[in-house]
Structure formats: C-alpha cells, structure tokens
C-alpha cells in the first residue's frame, strides 16, 4: 500500500515522503497514530501543492539573498572603536557588532551567526567579511575599522 508520511519515522522515511508499506503497518500503526494517510489523488495532490509552494518559496529567498549579496559587495562598513599604540583595538569588533552597524546604517538585517569570522578582529584596518546568506550563497561585505577622534 502506497502511503503519505506526515512525520519522520525512524527506519521508514522522511515527512511528506511517499512509501510502499505493507496493508497491516499502515492501517494498524501509521494511520491510527496520525504518522501517514493513504497516497490517493487528493492527498498527492494536495502533497504536490505543498511542495510546488516550498519550491517557489525557497526559490524567493534565493533571489533576497542574490540581490543582498550584491548590495553587500559595494558597501564599505565603517566601524569608530577606541584603539591603542599600534593599531591595537581595546576588546576587540565581533560579529555582532558588524550586524549591527550594518542594520543601523543600511538597514539590512543578517543574523551574527551568519557572519563569518575567524576571530574577533583586533586591528585597525580594512577586512573582507564573508556572509553566508542562504544555500550556496556568499556574500563579501568590506569592513573598514578605524580609530575614534
């Protein structure tokens, strides 16, 4: 019997997966649990719907995180910290801070976990950020630290 998993089964199968499954599994555990309903018409159809529509939603997010990408590479982030003899920062700018100052000066929100740093930088100058904005998508944003006055 074909079946519709509407959850991840150990050792069967992923949600919204489509599984053979013999008549007593299906009709005596996956049905009376709620773990699967029967691969007829209307539930294909309704699992094609769902999946067309994760498809086209993902697809937007893609292009958000193309068109960022691209906003992101002609920007120069500026970023005013106290600082030492020899260039050296006190404390240090992390990613937090990057997101931060992009979000306040260019309103463009990306999560600090997304930035990617080695090490919170701890000298002045100018860095090549990666930000990982979706699947397969890298952007570089250049950030330049300089000294308060």
Known sequence: MKVILLENIKGVGKKDEVIN????????????????????????????????????RKDREKEEAIKTAEKLKEIVLNIKVKAGENGKIFGGVTAKEIAETLNRNYQIVIDKKKIIL????????????????????????????????
């Open 21 to 56: 499954s013999s008549d007593g599994y299906a009709r005596n555990y996956l049905f009376p649990k709620k773990l699967a309903v029967e691969a007829s018409k209307s539930n294909m159809a309704k699992l094609q719907a769902k999946q067309e529509s994760v498809q086209y």
């Open 118 to 149: 080695k090490d919170t930088i701890k000298t002045l100058g100018t860095y090549l950020v990666e930000i990982k904005l979706y699947e397969g998508v890298m952007g570089k944003l250049t950030v330049k630290i300089t000294e308060e006055e």
